[in-house]
């Protein structure tokens, strides 16, 4: 069943200027360690930056709360499966208020997707819950 639905654009431009402007203070503010060294090491640096922004943003969205009722930026990090394919691992507030929105029985999982075509990027997410005994539920790094 799906739990919430988020979705975000953001111009990648906003984020160069932010990272020009504040730089580490942003960046330490707004993302996780593994984040900032995936973005850290990208040629197209404010890219990846603004694609986990606007991921972070979405997930907020899904979650119901935005980034407020106790879900701060960094509590939601974007990780890749050892597949590659991305989601968002939460901690903190973000997590309590994942558990809370998950019927007792069911496991929560965060399908994400992230793309960039300058000037923008966009992220979508999917956050939705399956049946514990679902021999097709895919964990997510979201559960703990």
């Known amino acids: ?11 990648i431009r906003r984020i160069e200027q932010t ?4 730089g580490d203070r942003f960046t330490n503010r707004v ?12 040629k197209l640096r404010a890219a990846s930056y603004a694609k986990r922004f606007a991921a972070k943003e ?3 969205k899904a ?13 939601m990090g974007v990780v ?8 968002i691992a939460l901690t903190g507030g973000a997590q309590s208020r994942l558990k809370a929105l998950v019927p007792e029985g069911f496991t929560p999982r965060i399908d ?10 966009q992220a979508f997410v999917v956050i939705s819950a399956w049946p514990e005994d679902w021999p097709q539920a895919i964990p997510s790094p979201a559960q703990d």
């Open 31 to 42: 993302f996780t360690e593994i984040e900032q060294a995936k973005s850290d090491r990208r």
């Open 58 to 60: 979405a997930c907020s």
């Open 1 to 11: 069943m799906i739990i919430g639905i988020g979705s975000d654009l953001i111009d």
């Open 80 to 87: 890749n499966l050892p597949s590659g394919q991305p989601t």
């Open 112 to 121: 994400l997707t992230i793309t960039d075509d300058f000037p923008l990027a």
């Open 19 to 22: 990272l020009e402007r504040f």
């Open 63 to 75: 979650l119901g709360s935005g980034v407020r009722m106790g879900v701060a930026w960094r509590e």
